[in-house]
C-alpha cells in the first residue's frame, strides 16, 4: 500500500463524467467537502472513460487483449492530470497505470463491480482500490422488485392489451408464498431480500463464504456455491447479483438453468458475464423458464442482431436499474469519507485491493 504524501500538495482527480456524478455544481459541490478535510488537498477534474464496450471488454479474461488494442490514447491534458495525482475517482482507468501516474496511491471505483480498474496493474504496483458497493444498492433492488411483479402481475400483456384496444381479462399469480433465491448476497442482494420479505416469501441465498450454521438478515436458509444448483431447484424466482471474476463468468450455464425448477423466472441485474447467452435463450424457448429479465448483457452496447433482443419471454433494459440522482448523492458521501480516512490513515470503506 502507498502512502499519503506528507509533503506538498495532495492532488485528487476526478476522472469520473460529471454528468453521472449529477452534474457541474455537484461536482464542485462534492470537490468543495473534500477539500476541506485537509487544506493540502487540491480537487482537479479531468473526465476518462473508456465507454461501456471497453469496460465489458476488461472485465473478461477473454477480452484484455483486445481491450489494449483498442485501448484510447491519452489527451495532452490527461497525461497532465495523472502526472500530477495521488488518489482518484474513477470508472475507468489506462492500463499500467502506475507507468503515467507514478504517485497514485488510492483509486476510489464508483460502482460495486471494479473488474475494469483492476486490470490497471493496481495490486501490482500496490495502488489501494475501493469500491462503490451499496450506493446503487436500493435503486437496483427497487427494480427488481418492479421486475418480479411485472411478471408475476402480467403487466406488460395487460399493456399490449390497452394498446390494441382490446378488453381481455387477464390474471397474474401471488407473489405470497413463492421462494425467491438470491445468488450472491452482497448490498445489492441483501437489499432485495429485504424489500421481498415484505412480500411473505421465503428467501434463500447462496453466497461463497456461506458455512454450514450461517445465517444472514431476511434470509431463511444460505448455501454455499457448490451448493447453488440444489438451491436453485428449490426456487420459482432467481435474483443474481454477483460482481465480475473468474468464478463468476459463466456461472449461469446450461446445467445451472436445468437445475432451476421449470417454469421458474431469472433476473440478473450483475454483470453479463455470469449468463451464458444461448443456454439462456435455449431455456426460454423451451419453456423450462417461464421468463427471464436481464439488465446486463455479455456485450455491451447489445448489438443489434443479437438473438436476446428476441428471445421469447425475456425482459431487457440496459445496465440502468440504478437511481442516478440518489446513487450519485450516495457516491459523493461515501467518496468524502474514504477521503478523509485515508489523509488520517484510518481503514478504508470497500476495499478492494490493498
Known amino acids: 500500500m502507498r502512502a499519503v504524501p506528507t509533503t506538498g500538495p495532495i492532488v485528487i482527480g476526478v476522472l469520473y463524467p460529471p454528468v453521472w456524478f449529477g452534474g457541474d455544481a455537484a461536482i464542485t459541490a462534492a470537490a468543495a467537502t473534500v477539500e476541506a478535510i485537509d487544506p493540502r488537498i487540491e480537487v482537479v477534474v479531468e473526465t476518462y ?23 484510447p490514447e491519452l ?12 488518489a482518484v475517482i474513477a470508472i475507468d482507468l489506462p492500463f499500467d497505470v502506475a507507468t503515467i501516474a507514478p504517485d497514485l496511491a488510492w483509486v476510489q471505483g464508483v460502482g460495486a463491480g ?5 486490470t490497471a496493474g493496481l495490486a501490482e504496483a500496490a495502488i489501494t482500490l475501493t469500491s ?8 437496483i ?9 411485472e411478471e408475476r402481475k402480467r403487466f406488460a400483456e395487460l399493456r399490449a392489451h390497452q394498446v390494441r384496444h382490446d378488453w381481455q381479462m387477464l390474471t397474474g399469480t401471488e407473489l405470497a408464498g413463492a421462494t425467491v433465491g438470491l445468488i450472491g448476497f452482497g448490498a445489492i442482494n441483501a437489499a432485495v431480500a429485504r424489500r421481498l420479505r415484505g412480500f411473505d416469501v421465503s428467501i434463500l441465498a447462496c453466497r461463497r463464504s456461506a458455512k454450514p450454521g450461517d445465517s444472514a438478515p431476511d434470509v431463511d436458509e444460505l448455501y454455499p456455491t457448490d451448493r447453488m444448483h440444489e438451491m436453485l431447484g428449490r426456487c420459482d424466482t432467481v435474483v443474481a447479483a454477483v460482481p465480475e471474476n473468474p468464478a463468476t463468468i459463466g456461472l449461469m450455464d446450461a446445467a445451472a438453468f436445468a437445475a432451476m425448477a421449470p417454469g421458474s423466472f431469472f433476473v440478473n441485474v450483475g454483470r453479463g458475464t455470469l449468463v451464458d447467452e444461448p443456454a439462456l435463450i435455449d431455456a426460454l424457448e423451451r419453456g423450462h423458464l417461464r421468463g427471464a429479465a436481464l439488465d ?4 455491451e452496447p447489445l448489438p443489434p442482431d443479437h438473438p436476446l433482443w428476441d428471445a421469447p419471454n425475456l425482459s431487457l433494459s440496459y445496465h440502468c436499474s440504478t437511481s442516478p440522482g440518489a446513487m450519485a448523492g450516495n457516491l459523493q458521501r461515501l467518496w468524502a469519507e474514504n477521503a478523509r480516512r485515508w489523509v488520517a490513515g484510518e481503514d478504508l470503506v470497500n476495499v478492494v485491493v490493498g
Open 49 to 71: 472513460d473508456e465507454g461501456q464496450y471497453q469496460r465489458t471488454l476488461r472485465g473478461s479474461p477473454a477480452g484484455i487483449e483486445a481491450a489494449r488494442a483498442a485501448a
Open 75 to 86: 489527451t495532452d491534458a490527461q497525461r497532465a492530470m495523472f502526472a500530477r495525482v495521488h
Open 114 to 118: 471494479t473488474a475494469q480498474l483492476e
Open 132 to 139: 462503490a458497493a451499496g450506493t446503487n444498492a436500493v435503486g
Open 141 to 149: 433492488a427497487e427494480f427488481v422488485v418492479g421486475r418480479v411483479l
Open 296 to 299: 446486463v448483457a455479455s456485450q
